[in-house]
């Protein structure tokens, strides 16, 4: 295995570890009062996409299995639709402190597509 996927999956690993540790204060469940959640939420869900992202683009050019491209792409995916899912359980968009632009919420689903 060459040095980049043992990076990869040491970093996959490690947001997946953090994603099952995180404090109860953090969980997806307190998200529609706490921005600290959601944003926490975004930024690992980004994470994986970009990590995945990454990982799609190098196997397709070493030539690896199309099942690594594959796995990597459903990885991407359920990032997405748990930033999505986050952002439909806020009850109230407004009560949450964001730029005008609104450009914070938009950036996973450009990064993904």
């Not at 996927?5 to 996959?12: A, F, P, T, V, Y």
Request: hydrophobic share 40%; net charge neutral.
């Amino acid at each position: 295995m060459s040095r980049y996927w043992e990076s990869h999956r040491q970093i996959d690993t490690c947001v997946s570890l953090i994603f099952m540790n995180l404090p109860s204060q953090l969980r997806v469940q307190k998200v529609e009062r706490d921005v600290n959640v959601v944003f926490t939420h975004f930024n690992l869900h980004l994470s994986v996409i970009l990590l995945h992202q990454l990982a799609m683009r190098t196997a397709s050019k070493q030539g690896i299995d199309e099942a690594v491209v594959q796995n990597s792409f459903q990885r991407c995916l359920t990032s997405a639709v748990e930033i999505k899912d986050t952002m439909y359980s806020v009850r109230d968009l407004r009560n949450f402190p964001v730029s005008k632009s609104g450009d914070e919420l938009v950036l996973p689903e450009v990064l993904f597509i």
